[in-house]
């Protein structure tokens, strides 16, 4: 698994095959077959590899809000070093052993805190697609920046910089007579964490997962 996320970090997804990892091993594309009957099953255990090898959050005693903290945090970081992944994980949702036992694990620390199995599953899903949507937007601004789609002049415009600093640097040089409250804003937001957006859509997030009672909806 770590030759083929090598390979897709490096070139792309589309290089992953099973004639291009056998050249890296060193070893007959047939051979990889006894252990992934085909490049679905491939696929599949990448995600698996990427959805697991997020680092595990202390979950004993931690109260349930800190804990979907910081899985959520621990999920972006892992995905923000593969962004030539991060399609792969959205469109490729994989149901294996290893995925599934995390799964089991967070919904039983929700029950534990007072959720429904129902409402900790809801709840799990929901950090995953905000976590997920928030990657992909970070993972097109780093591909169009490689493309140089947006430039300026002398070079690239927020080259290297995260989708929210980079949605910050198009506004940079409006006019402040006419636009004072965003001249402000953007002002504002240079001086902070290139997570804050992040930072704070999550807190109201789970905010709203205590606040927010089950209905059968």
Same mark, same amino acid.
């Given at each position: 698994? &770590? ?16 004639? !291009? ?6 070893? *007959? @594309?047939? @051979? ?79 029950? @534990?805190?007072?959720?429904?199995? &129902? &409402? ?24 169009? @920046?490689?493309?140089?789609?947006? !430039?300026?002049?002398?070079? *690239? ?14 506004? %940079?040089?409006?006019? %402040? ?19 804050? &957006? ?20």
């Amino acid at each position: 698994m &770590r030759t083929a996320i090598a390979i897709a970090d490096e070139e792309g997804l589309a290089s992953v095959s099973m004639r !291009r990892i056998g050249a890296e091993l060193k070893v *007959e @594309a047939m @051979a990889l077959y006894h252990h992934f009957p085909n490049k679905g099953a491939l696929l599949d255990a990448v995600v698996e590899q990427i959805s697991t090898s997020v680092p595990p959050v202390e979950i004993a005693g931690s109260p349930w809000d800190d804990v979907l903290r910081g899985y959520a945090r621990s999920q972006l970081n892992t995905l923000s070093e593969h962004p030539n992944l991060v399609d792969l994980v959205m469109t490729r949702p994989a149901v294996t052993t290893g995925n599934l036992a995390l799964l089991e694990a967070l919904v039983d620390f929700l029950c @534990a805190a007072g959720f429904s199995a &129902r &409402r900790g599953l809801d709840m799990i899903y929901t950090i995953h697609e905000f976590v997920l949507m928030h990657a992909a937007l970070n993972a097109e601004v780093g591909k169009a @920046a490689r493309r140089g789609a947006v !430039r300026a002049e002398g070079g *690239e415009r927020g080259g290297g910089m995260s989708g929210e600093l980079r949605q910050a640097a198009h506004l %940079e040089g409006i006019s %402040e007579a006419d636009f004072p409250r965003l001249v402000e804003a953007t002002g504002a937001a240079a001086r902070r964490s290139p997570t804050a &957006r992040f930072d704070f859509a999550l807190d109201v997030l789970i905010a709203g997962f205590g606040e927010v009672p089950e209905s059968d909806r």
